[in-house]
């Protein structure tokens, strides 16, 4: 195969420039959007002092964040289900580090409204403060399945626990923000695919998904622009409880990561994508940009969506508030056993 491409290229000079142009083209491309468009978080504030709770940081955008994170000095607790890569990376940053990094991995398996609960008290009788929390597990188009409580996979793990989470650690984030006199921080992270979502009502009800109408893709953007929606809710909410929280969204970009585990590509489908991705796929680093810089600035937007490091317009399907009440209302619904 390899011989056949290298002789074509040398009897045919054309074949042979096209490549190379192409080629060319495709690495200027990334460059460009390295250096102009995927900017780079610019506050070199110190984190010392300040504990950020991350979930699904054994991985991906969350594993870049959570080291980020320490390195400006945070104390970073890592929710995660897979013991092994958090302890994993907790030693690797121990042995390269010239400081001990202030880092620690606690079990959650969002996938349980239980675990998300116990995770959430170990936390408030443990840590001294919850200066930001970042929602960052995800998981996208994994085979039809519901969790132990009854919803579907993803919808549960990247809507539902996410919101009881954050839910269930709002009053220590207003209590460290009450010590610090610093706003506390909640941290949704995003997905452009949002905009192809729409909210179904039986998505929230109890063992109401099944697989004849199963549509992994749309499960995924369903979950993400419930998460957004419930999100703007609760921005209202802390502004009219007087609360010292911020909301922030952000949209780390399209990432190379273990999100795509359960896309089954073809080898000509990887072959027809490569360039795309050479072009336009993020490393985790360069994802992890956007959190990091809503976690650190000094400066940011509450209700904000941010990509890129900056603020976005919202889009028409996100400023809907009846659809963020209602959103909101059916998420406290169907998590409401966990919130006493
Ligand atoms: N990659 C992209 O192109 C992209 C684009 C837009 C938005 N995002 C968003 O970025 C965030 C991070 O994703 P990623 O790309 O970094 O993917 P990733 O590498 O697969 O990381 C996802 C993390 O979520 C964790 N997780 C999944 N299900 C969980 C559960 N039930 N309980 C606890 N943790 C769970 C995973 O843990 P395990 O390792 O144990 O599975 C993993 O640590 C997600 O919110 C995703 O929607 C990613």
């Given at each position: 195969?390899?011989?056949t ?7 045919y000079?054309?074949i042979?420039?096209?490549c190379?142009s192409f080629?060319t083209?495709?690495?200027?491309f990334?460059?460009y ?19 950020v ?6 991985s991906?955008v ?7 994170l ?7 607790v ?23 990094p ?5 079990n ?8 998300v609960?116990?995770?959430?008290e170990?936390?408030?009788q ?11 597990a995800a998981?996208f188009?994994?085979?039809f399945?519901l ?6 996979s993803q919808?549960?793990?990247n809507?539902?626990?996410?919101a009881?989470?954050t ?15 610093h ?8 997905s ?5 979502g ?5 998505d ?6 099944s697989l004849d ?7 995924y ?5 419930a998460n957004?929606?419930?999100a ?5 909410n802390?502004?009219?409880d007087?609360?010292?929280i911020?909301v922030?969204i952000a949209?780390?970009?399209?990432v190379w990561t273990?999100?795509?585990?359960h896309?089954?590509?073809?080898w000509w ?8 991705a050479?072009?336009?796929v993020?490393?985790p680093?360069?994802?992890a940009?956007?959190?990091v810089?809503?976690t650190?600035?000094?400066?940011i937007?509450?209700d904000?969506?941010y990509?890129n490091?900056?603020?976005?317009e ?15 209302e059916l998420?406290?619904?169907a998590?409401?056993n966990y919130l006493k």
């Open positions: 195969m390899v011989n491409i290298a002789h074509l290229m040398s009897s000079p054309f042979h420039y096209s190379l080629v083209l495709i690495i200027s990334r460059v959007c390295q250096h102009f468009v995927w900017t780079k978080c610019v506050p070199k504030n110190s984190m010392k002092g300040k504990t709770v991350i979930t699904g940081a054994n991906g969350g594993k870049e964040t959570a080291r980020e320490a390195l400006k000095g945070a104390r970073v890592m929710g995660c289900r897979d013991r092994h890569s958090a302890q994993q990376l907790i030693q690797q940053m121990n042995k390269d580090l010239a400081f001990k202030n880092i620690v991995y606690k959650i398996d969002l996938c349980s409204f239980a675990s609960k116990e995770f959430a170990d936390i408030i443990n840590e001294r403060s919850v200066d930001i929390l970042i929602n960052n998981v188009g994994p085979p399945a969790t132990v409580d009854g919803f579907e919808f549960q793990t809507h539902l626990s996410s009881l989470l839910l269930l650690l709002s009053p220590k984030l207003q209590t460290s923000s009450q010590m610090s006199s706003r506390s921080r909640v941290l949704m992270i995003t452009t695919l949002y905009r192809k729409v909210i179904d009502e039986n929230f009800k109890k063992g109401y998904a109408n199963y549509d992994k893709r749309k499960a953007n369903n979950s993400k622009l957004i929606l419930f703007r809710r609760l921005h209202k802390i502004v009219s007087n609360q010292l911020d922030l949209s780390p970009g399209i273990n999100l795509g585990r896309l089954m590509l073809k489908q990887k072959c027809v994508l490569l360039p795309f050479v072009m336009f993020r490393t680093k360069q994802g940009q956007t959190p810089h809503c650190t600035a000094q400066s937007t509450s904000s969506l990509r490091c900056c603020p976005q919202w889009d028409a399907i996100v400023s809907d508030s009846v659809l963020s009440d209602k959103v909101y998420t406290i619904k998590i409401e």
